[in-house]
């Protein structure tokens, strides 16, 4: 199996990254050779990964990142890199290798402090690797200041060092950045590739696994957690009952507190197993016996963590509720699909009396509101609005259509 195989429906962004590792073999074998490095290589220093939700941009990075590491002797007989059985391929994937630092955060940005470490990183050269690979895999919650720090060093990168950055789309990395990094673009995988997969390789029953693409339009994540998950599955239909609970404005109130609870819940869940694990592994760090009264001067470490472990529940509650919104937003669009005679596929086969209801009850240019006022409550909270209020003012305006 090699590194390519969790890349589903990515043919052209598979054959660009394969031919861009082939060419950083050969960079390095003419560097250490002293050789002039040949001007038409497709391999640089910096990659920009952007695609939708689910289509595994940072799937491909990491799988990059195996490529560039890897140590196969088929290579020497014209192997192509990326074979994924050997060990550099295999500790990269897995996240182990010394050269390869995958970065992600359970928070809702990436600060300074954070991006000056991995600058100082990506200075450094590769220990045991061909290469220095710093794969970012939420570019998109840089600070503004972070954005700045992290561009001197794509203008100035090191001899061995590679940036891979994740993205949604290139308006969410600063212009600066962008226009210093080479850009893949990768879409959303078919349905049908999706099933195969939850087929092949989670052992998901071929009519399960066909739902779950369906019902999350090719997000390969979200399918797996939805045909594996009995809780996912229950969460995703009380989200799709809601449209039928907007009737009154008692109605559209309860409906927006459930979802603000649910949420919560989820991020409680979540947060409560690791957040003391944490907290234990601090204490223990700085010298407190079990049970026992921490050392001066640590207050101020232990109240970092516990504002830490706040962010990342409100990121959690965040996603959780991104989540609901967009099983709501398939939902309209089916109920457009229907209104408007399209051909196109239903996603929500196991809600269609509720969606032919709301067609039947509405005209398309009221769903249409309805599917701009949940547009309208992700960008709220991404504003950091109040989440209940900006849950409360979408169920008012899908009641209104």
């Known amino acids: 199996m090699s590194v390519w195989d969790d890349l589903v429906g990515q043919d052209q962004v598979e054959e660009q990254l394969g031919a861009a590792a082939r060419d950083a073999d050969a960079l390095v074998t003419a560097g250490a050779a002293g050789e002039p490095v040949p001007s038409t290589s497709k391999m640089t220093h910096a990659w920009l990964f952007t695609g939708p939700p689910g289509s595994g941009r940072a799937t491909a990075a990491r799988a990059f990142a195996a490529a560039l590491q890897c140590t196969s002797p088929d290579r020497a007989l014209g192997g192509a890199p ?236 965040r996603d959780s509720l991104d989540l609901a919104l967009t099983d709501l937003t398939g939902f309209y669009r089916d109920v457009l699909a229907i209104q408007l005679g399209s051909r196109i596929a239903i996603a929500n086969t196991d809600a269609e009396d509720a969606l032919d209801r709301i067609a039947r009850s509405s005209t398309p240019e009221r769903t249409l509101r309805r599917i701009e006022a949940v547009i309208a409550c992700r960008r709220a909270l991404d504003r950091n609005v109040a989440p209940l209020l900006a849950v409360e003012a979408m169920t008012m305006a899908l009641r209104a259509g």
């Open 82 to 317: 990326g074979c994924g059985f050997c060990d550099g391929c295999h500790t990269s994937l897995i996240g182990t290798h010394a050269d390869v630092e995958v970065v992600r955060t359970d928070l809702l940005s990436i600060g300074v402090k954070e991006t000056r470490e991995l600058v100082r990183r990506a200075q450094l050269s590769p220990a045991v690797g061909r290469w220095q690979v710093i794969v970012l895999e939420d570019a998109d919650r840089l600070t503004e200041g972070a954005g700045n720090v992290l561009l001197k060093a794509v203008e100035e990168p090191a001899p061995r060092t590679v940036w891979l950055l994740c993205a949604p789309s290139l308006e969410d990395v600063l212009p600066t950045i962008r226009s210093r990094c080479r850009h893949l673009t990768l879409r959303t995988p078919p349905v049908d590739a999706v099933a195969d997969v939850l087929v092949r390789r989670d052992g998901v029953e071929p009519e399960r696994a066909a739902f779950a693409a369906r019902a999350t339009q090719g997000h390969i994540d979200r399918a797996r957690r939805l045909a594996t998950d009995e809780r996912a599955r229950s969460r995703r239909a009380a989200v799709l009952r809601l449209p039928l609970r907007v009737e009154d404005i008692g109605g559209c109130l309860k409906a927006a507190q459930e979802l603000i609870d649910t949420a919560t819940d989820d991020a409680r869940q979540v947060s409560e197993e690791v957040d003391v694990k944490e907290t234990e592994e601090m204490k223990a760090a700085l010298g407190a016996a079990a049970g026992g009264r921490l050392p001066r001067g640590t207050a101020g470490v232990m109240k970092e963590l516990e504002d830490r472990q706040k962010r990342r529940k409100t990121r959690t509650q």
